[in-house]
């Protein structure tokens, strides 16, 4: 199967940190036609065929030799497909319910304002949306890796 199914959660904390990470660039994946054709570095025009760890990006080997990615670890498109497969994803219902205990002893604060408590709830439910977020673009990564290693 593509995905494998979660096996435990990670704390708050790390999904938090998670949340705030600046995600992977595709710029050198070509537009998705709906084709069977291979997708094509943008910017050598050459076949995606390595992956650059840094920016959990699909590379040329030119990107890889000469470009951006000159100096970055990179392992083949398998390596990366497996390792995304295999990753823990966060447990979203656990993040939710212990935001929604965050929110109930905020709640509970005599001395929280009405701005204050706004303020909170709008930050939780952002962190949460960062999450989710940050797992619909690796679940959507790892079909990408499956389409390139599939050919």
Known sequence: TLFRSPVGSRDAAAAAALATEEGPKDEALSQDSGTMEKKKCQEHGQDLTLYCKEHEQIICVLCAVTGAHKEHELITLIEAYEAMRNRE????RAAMLEMVERLKYKCEDPNVTRSEMKAFIQQQFEAMREIANEE???ALHLVDLHEEIGR
Do not use: F, N, T
């Open 89 to 92: 994803p966060i447990d979203l």
């Open 136 to 138: 619909e673009r690796k």
